[in-house]
């Protein structure tokens, strides 16, 4: 495919698994301007994104080119072939 290398075949919800969503949910709620209002929503935004028969079953091809062998991609960790 034009000279690119497949690097890994996977859902949202895994992909977004591999990121630790709830670090990213806790930093977001952390800041001096965060409401409950804000949790809610960012929880119920976070719940579709994973919901495996919703979007978080979408799949998710990865593809790169002359990238080398043992880069780090965190969201890929679990998944590098």
């Given at each position: 495919?034009?000279?690119?290398?497949?690097?890994?075949?996977?859902?949202?919800?895994?992909?977004?698994?591999?990121?630790?969503?709830?670090?990213?949910?806790?930093?977001?709620?952390?800041?001096?301007?965060?409401?409950?209002?804000?949790a809610l929503?960012?929880?119920?935004?976070?719940?579709?994104?994973?919901?495996?028969?919703?979007?978080?079953?979408?799949?998710?091809?990865?593809?790169?080119?002359?990238?080398?062998?043992h880069t780090?991609?965190?969201?890929?960790?679990?998944l590098r072939?």
């Amino acid at each position: 495919m034009a000279g690119l290398d497949p690097i890994a075949e996977t859902t949202q919800a895994e992909l977004l698994a591999g990121v630790d969503p709830s670090a990213l949910v806790g930093r977001a709620l952390r800041g001096p301007d965060a409401t409950l209002e804000d949790a809610l929503r960012l929880r119920s935004a976070l719940a579709r994104l994973l919901d495996p028969r919703g979007m978080g079953g979408f799949r998710v091809l990865a593809y790169a080119r002359g990238m080398p062998p043992h880069t780090d991609l965190p969201g890929l960790r679990r998944l590098r072939r």
